[in-house]
């Protein structure tokens, strides 16, 4: 019977993994990867390999089971990983593994800074960050205004508040990834209907980011811009729990006749707005613990 130890030499036939954003979807592929050229394998090979005598270690982490940091380098050791690879699946564990949308943004900081990533996912990359950074939505639809120039500093100089030169070069560079705005054939970015894909792994962080981003420009318009400009509604109600539900669906239907609305208008830009449709909680519930 073959034995396996921590120095075992990386299987050339594994899986990249600067291709995945979920750390068991890697570790599966690795594991089928290995048993193409080694039938034997086995969960019980894998936890030799990784330095630990429990058999049932693969299925745990694959089920679900949170790992400490110490078992996650024994483990990015065990698969063969060094260098940036390692450092690139212990971030993927970190995102997996996150509680708060601080570690979150943490982790995907480390992963969306590896170039090899970036060049294998560039799309995601550039999904993620279309949400993640407030002004990239912002420059989309300035797009739509017949004086738009694709210039980062005419686009500067119109964002409130002003974003820097680089910031609206970002944001070209991000909606011509994904096809958001397309060479007109003259020499000019112009819109174009695209359909924006974010990473499920991801996709609650960048929502999360994207509201959290608005939100602040809304608190910035609450004081800086003037109120003939500006229209803020709010409403602080007690209601039973089985009134969200209901509460909810007049709020998406509401969005559904904003956007119908503004959809008459489509070709007429002259400025673009922020509509926020917001319901939460300010209290516990009763009866709750």
């Not at 990983?81 to 593994?97: H, I, K, N, P």
Request: aromatic share 6%; charged share 25%.
């Amino acid at each position: 019977m073959r034995e396996y130890t921590r120095d075992v030499e990386p299987d050339v036939n594994a899986p990249d993994v600067h291709r995945y954003l979920d750390p068991r979807a890697f570790l599966r592929d690795w594991v089928e990867a290995r048993r193409a050229v080694d039938p034997s394998f086995s969960a019980r090979a894998f936890s030799r390999l990784v330095g630990k005598s429990s058999p049932g270690l693969l299925a745990e982490f694959l089920d679900g089971r949170r790992l400490s940091a110490r078992m996650v380098r024994a483990i990015t050791k065990g698969l063969g990983l060094t260098g940036e690879s390692a450092a690139f699946y212990e971030a993927l564990v970190g995102l997996d593994q996150a509680r708060s949308s601080h570690d979150r943004n943490a982790a995907w900081s480390r992963i969306s800074a590896s170039r090899t990533f970036r060049e294998a996912r560039r799309l995601d990359s550039s999904a993620v960050r279309y949400l993640s950074e407030w002004w990239i939505p912002v420059v989309k639809e300035l797009s739509q205004r017949p004086d738009f120039r694709a210039d980062a500093d005419w686009i500067s100089e119109r964002i409130r508040p002003p974003i820097t030169s680089s910031q609206a070069g970002l944001a070209l560079e991000t909606l011509t990834d994904l096809g958001l705005l397309v060479d007109d054939g003259a020499g000019s970015l112009v819109p174009a209907e695209a359909v924006v894909t974010t990473p499920h792994e991801v996709v609650g962080m960048a929502v999360h980011n994207y509201h959290r981003g608005m939100l602040l420009r809304a608190l910035d318009a609450l004081d800086g811009v003037a109120s003939d400009e500006r229209h803020f509604l709010a409403a602080t109600v007690s209601v039973p729990h089985r009134a969200v539900a209901e509460l909810k669906h007049e709020l998406n239907t509401l969005q559904e006749r904003i956007l119908d609305l503004c959809g008459r208008y489509e070709g007429d830009a002259e400025e673009v707005m922020q509509v926020h449709l917001l319901l939460f909680p300010l209290t516990d519930r009763m009866g709750d613990p």
